[in-house]
């Protein structure tokens, strides 16, 4: 069994890291040289995490070699984005600019309509689980439209029904005479 020595205030250090960071793989890192400095096995370790032997050697082979900045991953792991730079740029520019205004015969970019768009555009068409990343992380967020009949209808005689209705919840109805 391969264990890490830590003194009280390394200990503490690592706890404090633990907690202040808002990356899960710092954190998972950080308990598996915490839980090798208290003794435990690395099956246990791994399963006390959920992760493989493999990621806990490859932890503690990081952290020996370059200490405390051994924990943080440096690259994410998988091929890279399809969503270029280029990419990106076309998406804010289409988001930005009025579908009728493109040629198009609606008015609200839908999550399909937007990618076939760009696929026109960039030649590249994103899995739908990219759709649910992309345009968040270039700030924009989509919601199902609102349909409404303004615009669409009569304002004035909308109004003029408008009023009467209230007028006639008003009214007062006469009580049907009760006999005793």
């Known amino acids: 069994m391969v264990t890490c020595k830590l003194t009280d205030k390394q200990s503490d ?25 208290g003794g435990n096995s690395k099956p246990l370790i791994a399963q006390e995490l959920g992760c493989s032997l493999a990621t806990v050697d ?4 990081h952290y ?15 091929r890279p984005s399809r969503a270029t730079p ?17 040629g198009y015969g609606f008015s609200v970019w839908s999550l399909a309509r937007l990618a076939q768009h ?12 990219q759709w649910g990343r992309v345009p968040r992380r ?3 967020f989509y919601q199902r439209p609102k349909h409404t009949m303004k615009g ?8 003029r029904a408008r009023r009467q209705l209230k007028r006639l919840k008003k009214k007062r109805l006469n009580p049907m005479p009760t006999k005793c």
């Open 152 to 159: 669409k209808r009569d304002e004035a005689a909308y109004e």
């Open 13 to 37: 250090a690592w706890d404090a890291l633990r907690f202040s960071t808002r990356d899960a793989k710092v954190f998972r890192n950080a308990t598996i040289i915490l839980l090798s400095a």
């Open 58 to 61: 490859t932890v503690r082979r």
């Open 86 to 102: 280029q990419y990106r740029a076309a998406l804010r520019e289409a988001v930005q600019t009025p579908p009728q205004s493109l």
């Open 64 to 78: 020996r070699e370059q200490g405390i900045d051994g924990l943080v991953p440096r690259t994410s792991p998988g």
């Open 138 to 140: 270039e700030g924009f």
């Open 118 to 129: 760009l696929k026109r555009k960039t030649d590249v068409l994103l899995s739908e689980d």
